[in-house]
């Protein structure tokens, strides 16, 4: 089944109760069993919900996996693969990554003894020299929040999996429309599924992708046992997103990818941050990893102040300023002050990231429309 037929079929079937094309919301809380374990394999709404199984189908099918598991957020998500491990077991991660992400690690996970690094993996020869002992999780973000680098996956995976270490790729930025970590040997596949999967800025969500069945097993466990779990009607919203996911993206992408060129030869734009550009370090591997680069764009001023940049940031009206991205409209933000604002600002800078620095989250407008605004912006400095 090709991907635009998995989005519309995968794992949905009509509601067999009155043949409703589009799965309903089971809105409970329980359901009645007609003796104690006699059910009709549901039994209590944390555990399981029908809208949600039918929506983890579908996620499982869009990632090639075997099990999907929902949460109520992508840092719910997050939260349970980080409780697979236990104190003093150590996560590489990717050093340019969503500030979230840096959060729960650092200031939640840090206190009860998980140690965490962040190194440079745009070179995968870089990961293998930075395992350590006590190394038992590879996190890789790719593209990476807000600064657009690419990491190899399959090449960081056979590290990983060659030392025994599971690995966790965030596929926010890219959706599994461009891009499918499974396929290229991680272990998991994370998904804040507020952001593209979902497409219309109207819920918050999260879900994890394996293949493994053992660690499906593991993994929701800690689904029901922590009871970060999305409810229907968020599952639902999620299902009717999905079914536009390839038309969404693919405009965006092509959106993206004239601002992009505009912006790079516009006098006033010092640098660039888009994978799909030819001098992009990773541009081969991102060829060979993604179908096509992505709708995220980050740049720099050639007066890179920061008073420019608010200029720039409150002067759009079509690019909203706004935090989260992935949605039909296109929005601009400032990530050293929003998405990034919980890491130090010494470790931003080390990777690029400037209080300067603006990130578009290019939407599926017209394009043309959207280089008015930002040239009308731009005007502004």
């Not at 009645?32 to 996620?59: F, I, M, S």
């Not at 800690?222 to 009871?227: P, R």
């Not at 680069?293 to 102040?305: H, Q, R, T």
């Amino acid at each position: 089944m090709k991907f635009a037929t998995k989005v519309i079929h995968a794992g949905i079937e009509p509601d067999p109760s009155t043949g409703a094309i589009m799965t309903p919301i089971f809105q409970t809380s329980t359901y009645v069993q007609a003796a104690p374990g006699d059910h009709k394999g549901y039994e209590y709404a944390r555990t399981q919900n029908p809208t949600r199984t039918v929506l983890e189908k579908n996620l499982a099918a869009l990632e090639n996996g075997t099990d999907a598991i929902c949460f109520s957020s992508g840092l719910a998500a997050q939260d349970a693969v980080i409780k697979l491990f236990r104190s003093g077991d150590e996560v590489l991660s990717v050093n340019d990554l969503y500030g979230g992400s840096y959060r729960q690690m650092v200031r939640v996970w840090g206190q009860w003894g998980l140690k965490s690094r962040y190194v440079d993996m745009y070179d995968a020869a870089n990961v293998e020299k930075e395992i350590g002992p006590d190394t038992r999780l590879i996190w890789i973000e790719t593209p990476t929040n807000p600064m657009l680098n690419i990491v190899d996956i399959q090449a960081v995976c056979a590290i990983a999996r060659k030392r025994g270490i599971l690995t966790c790729v965030d596929n926010t930025f890219a959706s599994p429309y461009l891009q499918n970590p499974l396929d290229l040997g991680a272990d998991i596949v994370l998904h804040s599924a507020t952001k593209y999967i979902g497409g219309h800025s109207d819920v918050v969500h999260g879900c994890l992708i394996v293949k493994d069945a053992d660690l499906a097993q593991r993994l929701r466990f800690l689904q029901n046992a922590s009871g970060a779990v999305p409810g229907p009607q968020d599952c639902f919203l999620i299902l009717r997103g999905i079914k536009t996911l390839h038309l969404r993206v693919q405009r965006a992408c092509e959106n993206a990818s004239t601002i992009a060129q505009h912006l790079m030869a516009h006098p006033k734009v010092a640098k660039v941050y888009w994978p799909g550009f030819a001098a992009h370090p990773n541009h081969e591997i991102a060829k060979r990893q993604m179908r096509m680069f992505g709708a995220m764009v980050s740049f720099d001023l050639k007066d890179n102040s920061l008073e420019n940049a608010t200029k720039v940031l409150s002067g759009t009206h079509l690019f909203s300023l706004a935090e989260s991205l992935g949605g039909v409209e296109s929005l601009i933000g400032h990530p050293a002050s929003m998405t990034h604002a919980s890491i130090p600002r010494e470790e931003r800078l080390k990777v690029g990231l400037t209080d300067s620095l603006i990130r578009l989250s290019v939407g599926v407008e017209d394009v043309s429309d959207l280089i008015a605004d930002l040239d009308a912006a731009l005007d502004l400095v």
